[in-house]
């Protein structure tokens, strides 16, 4: 078991994604869209926005992150599995998943994104440390996935990150005590594996384009979750905006 630590947690999202400040950000949620619809790369665009609007990096990548052009949102919403999901097998981004559930745990900040995932600002950089929340979150999936009556998930971890092997003994030791066969796969590279399966369960905004197929797994487990922060910077509701 890991120290205590608080999982994506910056003190300045107190102040830079709350009151005024979380408001003018969905107003430059609004313009972004705007312009990825247009077919603006998300850099282009949330760069443009941010320096419109003064935004910091950590805002910046909040937008790049959680907002996305009406043609991806619907390209998502087709491949996405909802139900009949008994007996399936299932391809888990591990560290995606895992974390944004730490995220949720620690109560730090989380995006609920226009396409109906979850998202977190937290980040690998190539680093991973087993801490105090990552059983619970290993867990919470199991628990889910036992609901759901999953006959088998494959967890893929990424082997140049840091300690992916001790994140897969403990998956495969918590797994134990699921109804789910559970295996793991410690690869060089998993986007390009996950982008060719069915059955998907990741947050990637790339990985979700090009799967065949898809589960929202983080979204109905956080939305459950006590004193979990997750703010909206977009309704999902599909009208043009002009932008200022």
Not at 30 to 43: I, S
Not at 93 to 122: K, M, P, Q, Y
Not at 128 to 154: F, G, M, N, P
């Amino acid at each position: 078991m890991g120290k205590m630590v608080k999982r994506g947690y910056v003190p300045k999202d107190q102040d830079e994604f709350t009151g005024e400040q979380l408001r003018r950000l969905q107003e430059a949620a609004k313009d972004t869209q705007y312009l990825l619809n247009r077919g603006y790369p998300v850099k282009n665009a949330t760069t443009f926005i941010g320096n419109h609007y003064k935004l910091s990096e950590r805002q910046r990548l909040a937008l790049a992150r959680s907002i996305s052009s009406h043609q991806d949102i619907d390209i998502r919403k087709d491949k996405q599995i909802c139900r009949d999901m008994a007996g399936m097998s299932v391809y888990i981004d591990g560290f995606n998943t895992i974390i944004s559930l730490e995220v949720a745990l620690s109560g730090s900040l989380l995006l609920h994104c226009s396409d109906g995932t979850v998202r977190d600002l937290a980040g690998l950089r190539g680093t991973y440390h087993i801490i105090d929340k990552t059983e619970q979150a290993i867990r919470l999936i199991l628990y889910r996935l036992q609901e759901w009556e999953i006959a088998e998930a494959v967890f893929y971890l990424d082997e140049p990150v840091s300690n992916s092997g001790r994140l897969k003994m403990l998956l495969l030791q918590t797994a134990q005590e699921y109804r789910i066969q559970v295996s793991v796969k410690v690869i060089p590279d998993v986007d390009r594996v996950l982008e060719s399966l069915p059955y998907v369960i990741s947050g990637d905004a790339i990985i979700l384009n090009r799967c065949l197929s898809w589960i929202n797994l983080v979204y109905p487990i956080v939305k459950h979750l006590p004193d979990v922060w997750m703010i909206r910077l977009l309704d999902g509701i599909k009208k043009e905006h002009n932008p200022v």
